[in-house]
């Protein structure tokens, strides 16, 4: 009687490439969080009562939680491990939600919601690409990017659409999103614990974890030159073109749409981050083309965010629903080949003991464009929308021309 052998165990490595799907699943859920209370603005200033300023306000809260978030979770998890961070990321944001449910009764939570929401953001842009990138070890290299770029945004806009959906049709608008939320994200940390660790605690001190965060965030002499001219004129415009797509563009039409306010900011989010997640895979073959010293996705994303931005200022004219709807798309395009040839580039530059630390630095200079709408609102009382965006335009050109002379430097190099 032949003996029946026991079927071959997958190796240590199939099973780390088989765990990226966990990992991304975490970016999907806290980007639906960070971003499902985009569409919400216009809610809680006509059924909540808030003003403009406390409107901003709630956005302000927001960037303080993930400026710390971006900057200090990742270098973390340099240090001691990716699954302990990246738990407690995903758990502050079913938190976050849960907290904003309470917003009914008071700005206080909404606050404390948002900043955590920020943080929640903050540590899954910084730890969950760089642990899905450590995953996917073996498959194309840039794979692991485009699966990080893609479940975030889309994350971004499904979070977005859903809970637009829920405050314009549904029971509770100012409960029932984050309830959807809190429900979809409430087994991912648990799921986590199960992903094999990719970077083992570091041993140290407190003063030791200190010194090596701080290098952490610094970017190696070598691609020093490379980061200056190619990736810092290009980050802040990865979410700089999102928020003039559907921050800007709702309130310039407002009063086209009427009382389908809300529907048409939702649509216009959700139409933003599925061009951006629709054109990803051509930013990927843009940068295959032009080899690892090449520019040509980056200067393709900064062309086209130039045409968004002349849209979006011919618009502050023309006040069209259908011109600030061709400007999204055009806007969400350029983000899609922005954040993931940025990401690239980023994970060219980095070692594995600083690649978080590196991709948080890219992240929290990408989110420094998303304060450009609160800039603009605040300079409205002195300017007009197209003087401003006319600016913004010039500013546009200024960077694409500084990310040409870079690359092609680079190239010459």
């Keep these: ?219 190696p002499a070598p691609a020093r030159r490379r980061f200056r001219l190619v990736v810092l004129p290009m980050a802040p415009w990865v979410f700089g073109s999102a928020g003039l797509a559907y921050a800007v563009m709702p309130q310039l039409v407002d009063a086209r749409v009427g009382s389908w306010g809300l529907a048409y900011a939702t649509a216009l989010t959700v139409l933003t981050l599925g061009t951006g997640a629709a054109v990803q895979p051509l930013a990927r073959r843009l940068q295959g083309a032009a080899g690892t010293r090449g520019g040509r996705a980056s200067v393709t994303a900064m062309a086209v965010m130039l045409l968004g931005v002349v849209l979006c200022a011919t618009n502050a004219e023309l006040r069209s629903p259908w011109v600030a709807a061709v400007a999204a798309m055009t806007l969400g395009a350029a983000y899609g080949i922005a954040v993931l040839s940025g990401l690239l580039e980023i994970q060219r530059m980095a070692g594995p003991d600083d690649l978080a630390g590196l991709t948080g630095v890219y992240y929290a200079l990408a989110y420094a464009g998303f304060l450009l709408p609160t800039v603009l609102a605040t300079l409205s009382a002195w300017f007009s929308y197209q003087t401003m965006l006319t600016a913004v335009a010039l500013a546009a050109l200024g960077c694409l021309a500084l990310v040409v002379a870079g690359t092609r430097r680079e190239a010459a190099g």
């Design 1 to 219: 009687m032949l003996e029946t052998l026991p079927a071959a165990l997958p190796s240590a490595a199939t099973v780390r490439s088989r765990s990226w799907p966990v990992v991304a699943a975490a970016l999907f859920v806290c980007g639906w969080g960070g971003n499902q209370f985009t569409p919400l603005l216009l809610m809680y200033r006509r059924l909540g009562g808030y003003s403009a300023l406390s409107v901003d306000a709630f956005l302000g809260a927001y960037v303080v939680g993930l400026v710390p978030g971006l900057l200090l979770a990742g270098p973390m998890s340099d240090r001691r491990g990716r699954r302990p961070v990246l738990v407690a990321g995903t758990a502050a944001s079913a938190l976050a939600s849960l907290v904003l449910c309470f917003g009914v009764d008071g700005p206080w939570p909404i606050y404390a919601g948002r900043l955590l929401t920020g943080v929640a953001v903050g540590t899954a842009m910084a730890v969950g690409s760089s642990w899905v990138k450590e995953l996917s070890n073996g498959d194309d290299p840039g794979a692991a990017a485009r699966r990080a770029s893609l479940c975030q945004t889309a994350g971004f806009g499904l979070g977005a659409g859903v809970a637009g959906a829920l405050a314009q049709w549904g029971p509770w608008p100012m409960v029932t999103p984050y309830v959807v939320h809190v429900a979809i994200t409430a087994a991912v940390p648990l799921l986590l614990l199960r992903v094999p660790e990719t970077r083992p605690a570091a041993a140290g001190g407190s003063g030791g974890l200190l010194r090596a965060l701080a290098r952490d965030l610094r970017v």
